[in-house]
């Protein structure tokens, strides 16, 4: 099967800096990946490469098997929504499905059409005096009616209060489902992520620290609590994510394909939100001498 988006060592820097540095996934078709990661982490600049907005600096980046930008039938295969819902204020509704059909050789003016009326967008309203909500779902609307093979979205939700948040991601979960395509979906935050994704990438100091089916990532991972223990009494299979110790008690969240059987632990599930937090705070952790060194 196609990868909706496969990077192999990719990298990007900006002056002395990298924004993203040594990126290795493999993302099969169909899925709702969502990339997940603090302010700064390189998810835009991800998402940029994976769109053709930018050139790599280092390594190699592909969607559906193509170049990223690399011509006409490439760009017909991805869309893109940016984090500020790029809409023209001064042009109508209308005037955006025109615009649309006009810039898209595949453009499906009945879904545009069947999602303005749905919504209550009004085809004679320029974009400027919407509110948010109805921004967000009319640039929604452009990315689908272009039928992507694959939808790109760089956090389109951050600026949007709850009810429009819910009502963006229902919308767009809607149209995955009668459309079948992919979906690779940015956000900071996790609670969102989890009702709609099925696919996960955890980007923290622009690198990647885990990739993975959701189902899988959540069965692997557990957060273990019991007498204090140092890591090197651990078994060699239970990989340490992250860890907390008081003078009595030690816990862990820990990744591992076997069973945990040690009657000293008790084991628990993680939630979506605690493994991301998890492998945030490996990374923090993993980055603190290297920080106070330089102090």
């Known amino acids: 099967m196609t990868s909706a988006l496969k990077a192999e060592q990719l990298g990007k820097k900006y002056g002395g800096r990298w924004a993203l540095r040594d990126c290795t ?9 969502g990339l997940v990661g603090p302010n ?10 994976a769109s053709g907005q930018l050139e790599p600096t280092a390594g190699a980046v592909t ?31 209308a005037e955006h499905l025109k615009l649309g059909a006009r ?15 749905r919504l209550g967008l009004v085809p004679t309203h ?20 272009k039928r992507p093979e694959l939808l790109i979205l760089d956090e389109p939700v951050a600026s949007l209060d709850p009810l429009a948040r819910r009502e963006f991601l229902q919308g767009l979960m809607e149209a995955t489902v009668e459309h079948e395509f992919s979906v690779v979906l940015s956000s900071h935050l996790v609670s969102d992520l989890e ?5 996960l990438i955890v980007l923290t100091d622009s690198r990647v620290q885990v990739t993975g089916e959701v189902d899988d990532l959540l069965a692997t991972h557990h957060r273990l609590t019991g007498p204090r223990r140092d890591p090197d009494r651990l078994p060699a299979d239970q990989q340490v994510i992250s860890a907390r110790h008081t003078e009595r008690q030690s816990t862990y969240v820990i990744r ?40």
């Open 195 to 199: 009702r709609v994704c099925d696919f």
């Open 40 to 49: 700064g982490a390189g998810k835009t600049t991800l998402l940029r490469l």
């Open 63 to 93: 969607v559906l098997g193509g170049r990223p930008a690399s011509g006409p039938a490439q760009l017909a295969k991805v869309g893109f929504v940016a984090q500020d819902t790029p809409v023209y204020t001064g042009l109508s509704v």
């Open 256 to 295: 591992t394909d076997a069973p945990v059987l040690d009657p000293a632990w008790t084991v628990s599930r993680l939630s979506l939100e605690d493994l991301v937090l998890a492998y945030m705070e490996k990374r923090a952790a993993e980055n603190r001498p290297a920080l106070e060194v330089q102090r």
């Open 103 to 117: 810039l898209n050789p595949g453009w499906d003016a009945a879904m545009a059409q069947e999602r303005v009326a």
């Open 126 to 145: 320029r974009a400027g005096k919407l509110s948010g909500g109805q921004r967000a779902q009319l640039a929604l609307t452009l990315g689908l009616a």
């Open 25 to 33: 996934i493999d993302i099969p078709a169909g899925h709702v990946v």
